[in-house]
């Protein structure tokens, strides 16, 4: 089966890293299926943001499931007792900021997986970045090399022979290169969302580790910023 004829699951968060990577998969000549997750973020804008990121790069099903993460909380993503954090001059925070959200990757890559093996798709697509990560443990390459080898363990059709892959376009891309990638693609990055702390029309606070490494990526990439910011 050629490429072209294949399936891929694409997880899709309405912000930057995930429209660049639908588009790459979608160049790559796969038929994608978007999942996107409501899984007890502060804000909404991020899931209508990845609504139109499906519509616009034409994925043939896109779907929301509805998790609770922030019923644990532990995370200033989910738990409204923590306040996400602003960056001080200009720097972007040291160590596993308090942004992560414990276990996030490994349960959406369950999600993925699970829908994958209904679809009968090999092919898991996920934006993690190794580079601009901003210290998340669950976007590292080890990360998603150990969850390959799990996720061919785990599933009748690794058992029966398949190989499910996991891919991850951006891992060892910086932002800057990502967004010229993108471009070239014909991403508009306009109606993206990757503000940790957006308010309901999609604004961005500017001052979030998010947005930081946002703008550092459209400077280095030399492209007007068309971020809307508050």
């Known amino acids: 089966m050629s490429v072209k004829n294949k399936k891929a699951v694409l ?23 978007g999942l996107s997750f409501d899984y007890g973020q502060k804000h909404f804008a991020e899931l209508q943001a990845a609504k139109q990121v499906a519509a616009k790069f034409e994925v043939v099903e896109h779907q929301t499931l509805h998790l609770d993460l922030n019923q644990f909380g532990g995370s200033a993503l989910t738990d409204k007792n923590i306040d996400v954090p602003i960056a001080e001059n200009n720097g972007i925070s040291e160590g596993i900021p308090i942004t992560y959200v414990p276990a996030r990757n490994t349960i959406f890559l369950s999600m993925a997986l699970a829908w994958a093996e ?30 390959e080898v799990m996720a061919n363990l785990a599933t009748k059709v690794g058992v029966e022979g398949h190989h499910l892959r996991i891919h991850t376009p951006l891992i060892d891309m910086s932002k800057s290169q990502i967004i010229q990638a993108g471009m070239a693609l014909g991403v508009d990055y306009s109606i993206t969302v990757s503000c940790y702390a957006a308010d309901e029309q999609g604004k961005a606070c500017g001052e979030c580790d998010s947005c930081r490494l946002r703008r550092i990526g459209f400077e280095g990439a030399k492209v007007a910023d068309p971020t809307l910011y508050k």
């Open 11 to 33: 997880l899709l968060s309405g912000g930057l890293d995930s429209a660049t990577v639908l588009a790459m998969a979608r160049a790559e000549g796969y038929a994608c299926y």
């Open 118 to 147: 209904v679809l009968q798709a090999d092919d898991i697509f996920i934006g993690v970045n190794a580079v601009d990560y901003s210290g998340y443990p669950d976007c590292r390459p080890e990360f998603i090399k150990a969850y």
